[in-house]
């Protein structure tokens, strides 16, 4: 089956820092990708959702200047949390879908644990 | 606006013991329905989906699931669960307008030896 990967699997930074998350597809074309953010023993909550080459549509009530979302490509899309601080710190999980059918099956990236110090 | 209601936050259950997981979504059009499992520190997988024709829709690992539209809801069954099955389990709906996927709060199925 399709496959998304996500780089890095975790990682920890001080705040005020910066930090890109990245999502690709490895064997099929994303047309659309989808940033979801998990806090612990809670669900998904959708943050954006971009397409390729053009600008992502942000979700209400998240910060569009913090979290910079690029898809440059049909195969990897990025997150950049700007400015992090430790009310940030969460698991950052990415899907893809490929034809661009809203029937198509999203598969899931294994997520981001970010951890803002 | 459409939402998703997962009736029980956690469901214990001994092993080879039947499971349901309830699933109750409200929407003003048509909707695609999911259900996923999440193992701990990973991504979610989808189970089955539902998105027209036969309301019994068999998925992987023995699940299966029933979409009732006049009760508005989309049980995940398995007859005979085992401990491997221990996971975080969500029902998500979609709408035929477009991407937007809204995720039930989850439930943790918890099999017991």
């Known amino acids: 089956g399709a496959v998304v990967s996500q780089h890095p699997s975790w990682v920890i930074c001080k705040s005020g820092t910066s930090v890109k998350i990245e999502c690709r597809s490895l064997?099929?074309?994303?047309?659309?990708m989808f940033w979801y953010r998990q806090f612990p023993k809670q669900s998904l909550m959708l943050m954006a959702t971009?397409?390729?080459?053009?600008?992502?549509?942000?979700e209400q009530g998240v910060e569009k200047d913090k979290f910079l979302i690029n898809h440059a490509s049909l195969t990897l899309s990025t997150l950049t949390v700007t400015s992090a601080h430790p009310e940030d710190s969460s698991f950052y999980i990415c899907?893809?879908?490929?034809?661009?059918?809203?029937?198509?099956?999203?598969?899931f990236g294994p997520g981001t644990r970010l951890t803002v110090l | 606006a459409q939402s998703v209601t997962q009736l029980d936050s956690q469901v214990p259950v001994f092993e080879e013991a039947p499971v349901e997981l309830r699933c109750n979504y409200s929407?003003?059009?048509?909707?695609?329905l999911f259900w996923y499992v999440q193992y701990p520190n990973q991504g979610l997988q989808l189970l089955l989906k539902?998105?027209?024709?036969?309301?019994l829709v068999k998925g992987i690992n023995g699940f299966e699931a029933e979409f009732n539209k006049s009760q508005t809801s989309f049980h995940l069954r398995k007859p005979s669960v085992h401990i491997s099955d221990t996971a975080e389990y969500f029902c998500?709906?979609?709408?035929?307008?477009?991407?937007?996927?809204?995720f039930g709060a989850g439930t943790r199925l918890f099999v017991k030896a």
């Open positions: 899907s893809a879908i490929g034809s661009g059918s809203p029937t198509d099956t999203q598969y």
């Open positions: 064997d099929f074309q994303a047309t659309t």
């Open positions: 971009s397409n390729e080459g053009s600008k992502a549509t942000y």
């Open positions: 929407s003003s059009v048509s909707v695609y």
């Open positions: 539902y998105l027209s024709g036969s309301t």
């Open positions: 998500a709906v979609s709408d035929g307008g477009g991407f937007k996927t809204i």
